[in-house]
T-cell receptor
Framework: DAGVTQSPTHLIKTRGQQVTLRCSPK?????VSWYQQALGQGPQFIFQ???????QRGNFPDRFSGHQFPNYSSELNVNALLLGDSALYLC?????????FGPGTRLTVL | AQSVAQPEDQVNVAEGNPLTVKCTYS??????LFWYVQYPNRGLQFLLK????DNLVKGSYGFEAEFNKSQTSFHLKKPSALVSDSALYFC????????????WGAGTKLIIKP
């Protein structure tokens, strides 16, 4: 079992650009959650997908959007990037209560 | 509002000594409580959880945590620290009744000195 995988591992973008991050959940998991972790802080919940729909959303603007595919993999899209979007973006998959995290994608916005 | 507090930014412990990393929480209903560890440039690794039942929960790598409902605490403990335990530790809570998201503490950096 490969566990949760994320791609790419690192990404550099400039302000105003758009970015897509990808996540493949752990085998058998049907729920994917996305988190933003700024340097020196705890993760902040962005949203959670279940059965290809956004089940819950945290306090993030509409520039942050996502998608879940029939195979449960997921994408996080961020439009009109701001400098403050620079962070580690974590994907977590779950079947019940315990969330398993991927290694994250480090996004740097210049 | 739901919240998690980790009152110590950093905890320093000598190798072989017991360690405690503190966590308190606030939820409106019954909590699910979690501890995760993060090593440099790595994702978060699950250590243990409290859902219901015995207040003392045992987890990975010899860690345990005690759920105290009256003090709304869920402190992480280990009887004998290892240098390899040095990492960033996060406490997280989910309010069973209201939603699916995990609310996270700011993290505590644990440094184990040889």
């Amino acid at each position: 079992d490969a566990g949760v995988t994320q791609s790419p591992t690192h990404l550099i973008k400039t302000r105003g650009q758009q970015v897509t991050l990808r996540c493949s959940p752990k085998s058998g998991h049907d729920t994917v959650s996305w988190y933003q972790q700024a340097l020196g802080q705890g993760p902040q919940f962005i949203f959670q997908y279940y059965e290809e729909e956004e089940r819950q959303r945290g306090n993030f603007p509409d520039r942050f959007s996502g998608h879940q595919f029939p195979n449960y993999s997921s994408e996080l899209n961020v439009n009109a990037l701001l400098l403050g979007d620079s962070a580690l973006y974590l994907c977590a998959s779950s079947l019940t209560n315990e969330q398993f995290f991927g290694p994250g994608t480090r996004l740097t916005v210049l | 509002a739901q919240s998690v507090a980790q009152p110590e930014d950093q905890v320093n412990v000598a190798e072989g000594n017991p360690l405690t990393v503190k966590c308190t929480y606030s939820v409106s209903g019954n909590p699910y409580l979690f501890w995760y560890v993060q090593y440099p440039n790595r994702g978060l690794q699950f250590l243990l959880k409290y859902i219901t039942g015995d207040n003392l929960v045992k987890g990975s790598y010899g860690f345990e945590a005690e759920f105290n409902k009256s003090q709304t605490s869920f402190h992480l403990k280990k009887p004998s620290a290892l240098v390899s335990d040095s990492a960033l530790y996060f406490c997280a809570v989910r309010d069973i009744g209201s939603n699916y998201q995990l609310i996270w503490g700011a993290g505590t950096k644990l440094i184990i000195k040889p």
